[in-house]
């Protein structure tokens, strides 16, 4: 049986819409949940003619739970048009989400819950001459957009939300870092850690950059060591029970987890 935190103190930068059920997690397994999120999500508006073009889609391919939370919204929490799309979600946590709305879901990953593992299917690798809408947030990553256009498809995005930096106030989690009163830091986006970094000043990002960091991708994991970070695991999945086998296996091996 994996050993549990006892008493541990693991900064949590997700948005505090989302980070409830990792901080229960934590605290279930004895340790100390500080929350501090880096990341506020915010609905983006959407003209009529977007959301037209998703009702004609042949495939309406969802990145991540933010995106069926602010599309459902967008759709009235309706499926669009009378030509139902077929869904896909890049994974579990997604398809759970939309299948909570009532949504069936046609395509998820086996295991590998990405971008790489979505294309790796069979339906999504044969889409040529078929419209594909994906739905995001602002500014997400080009690379599955890109492979489906590669093998012929016709590809448009709808973007329902937008991620921002929060005015928050970093002066309790600056003397945290101080006191060396962490003991790991949780990361889920290479964007949240870009802000987590710009918020705090250069003694306090040095004391982060010492700390484990448990990341939810090899991509975030690549970027956290050549920005410095000096102990990166990373999850096996993108799931909170993931992060929490992580967490408390780095911790019982590296560190024993400060409870000051």
Not at 183 to 195: D, F, G, I, Q, V
Request: net charge negative; charged share 20%.
């Amino acid at each position: 049986m994996t050993p549990g935190l006892r008493g541990a103190r693991i900064l949590v930068t997700r948005p505090t819409a989302q980070a409830q059920r990792l901080c229960g997690l934590i605290e279930s397994a004895g340790g100390q949940a500080v929350r501090f999120p880096v990341l506020e999500i915010v609905a983006e508006a959407l003209a009529e003619p977007s959301l037209q073009l998703a009702a004609a889609s042949d495939w309406l391919i969802f990145t991540s739970t933010n995106a069926v939370d602010f599309a459902i919204a967008a759709f009235g929490g309706k499926m669009p048009g009378l030509h139902r799309p077929r869904i896909a979600a890049v994974g579990e946590a997604t398809a759970g989400a939309l299948r909570a709305a009532g949504w069936r879901v046609d395509c998820v990953p086996a295991s590998d819950f990405s971008s790489e593992g979505l294309l790796a299917e069979a339906p999504l690798q044969a889409v040529a001459e078929q419209r594909c809408v994906i739905v995001r947030g602002v500014g997400g990553r080009e690379k599955l957009a890109e492979a489906l256009r590669a093998r012929g498809a016709d590809v448009a995005y709808l973007e329902v939300y937008r991620r921002v930096r929060p005015a928050t106030d970093t002066t309790e989690l600056i003397a945290a870092l101080a006191a060396g009163r962490l003991s790991a830091t949780t990361m889920t986006s290479l964007e949240a850690l870009e802000n987590l970094l710009v918020m705090l000043d250069e003694t306090s990002v040095a004391a982060l950059r010492a700390l484990p960091l448990v990341v939810v991708s090899e991509r975030i994991g690549a970027a956290a060591t050549e920005l410095g970070f000096s102990s990166v695991a990373v999850c096996r999945q993108p799931a909170d029970a993931a992060i929490l086998e992580t967490l408390t296996t780095i911790l019982n091996g590296e560190n024993s987890g400060g409870s000051n």
